[in-house]
């Protein structure tokens, strides 16, 4: 049972253009992670999030965690075709096991 | 390598045969975590392990899934009578355990083994 929801569930976007990722849930998370993952190979993480609220930032990826720690966000100015890839939100419900409940993964085609 | 490992890296077998995958993590992390990923799905929790002690197992699907870690580091999941649905990349994966900075500490995933049953 997925408890994170993302959307768009595909996205397929000319290189420039900008782009947001949503990971929604009803469940409150101590921490939201953001992974990506590219055919045949395991998730690799770009950002974890644990303060309601809290925004970083990575080169063009900007990653946001809801003020209620539910639902997150990522935003990617000026796609690049490297951008290509499944976009997967993961949300841990307590530090001591860190077992991640993933989302549905958002995959995304950037065209040169 | 320094990474997560995995093998065999693909498996085919016939419904109804047992099928043994292994886990090699990065040397001296702590917790060892086997998820399930579908084609086009985002991965699901399956099992963990502390060292030896398997904590958590609520993700297994059914009892012909076992998984173990003798001696807290390589770790081998068993799936036996292998059934269609059990078609799926499983991804291993490791951490150092514990809290860093309020963050828990990052997973490290292998690239996965694709099973796939005939």
């Known amino acids: 049972t997925q408890l994170l929801e993302q959307s768009p569930q595909f996205l397929s976007i000319q290189e420039g253009e900008n782009l947001t990722v949503y990971c929604n849930s009803s469940s409150v998370f101590s921490s939201l992670q953001w992974y990506r993952q590219e055919p045949g190979e395991g998730p690799v993480l770009l950002v974890t999030v644990v303060t309601g609220g809290e925004v970083k930032k990575l080169k063009r990826l900007t990653f946001q965690f809801g003020d209620a720690r539910k639902d997150s966000s990522l935003h990617i100015t000026a796609a690049q075709p490297g951008d290509t890839g499944l976009y997967l939100c993961?949300?841990?419900?307590?530090?001591?096991?860190?077992?991640?409940?993933f989302g549905t993964g958002t995959r995304l085609q950037v065209f040169p | 390598g320094a990474g997560v490992s995995q093998s065999p890296r693909y498996k085919v077998a016939k419904r109804g045969q047992d099928v043994a995958l292994r886990c090699d993590p990065i040397?001296?992390?702590?917790?060892l975590f086997w998820y399930q990923q579908a084609l086009g799905q985002g991965p699901e929790f399956l099992t963990y392990f502390q060292n030896e002690a398997q904590l958590d197992k609520s993700g297994l699907p059914s009892d012909r899934f076992f998984a173990e870690r003798p001696e807290g580091s390589v770790s081998t999941l068993k799936i036996q009578r292998t059934q269609q649905e059990d078609s799926a990349v499983y991804l291993c994966?490791?951490?150092?355990?514990?809290?860093?900075?309020?963050?828990?500490?990052?997973?490290?995933f292998g690239d996965g083994t694709r099973l796939s049953i005939l």
């Open positions: 994966a490791s951490s150092l355990g514990g809290r860093a900075g309020g963050e828990g500490q990052p997973q490290h």
């Open positions: 993961a949300g841990a419900k307590n530090f001591n096991t860190d077992k991640l409940i």
């Open positions: 040397s001296g992390h702590v917790s």
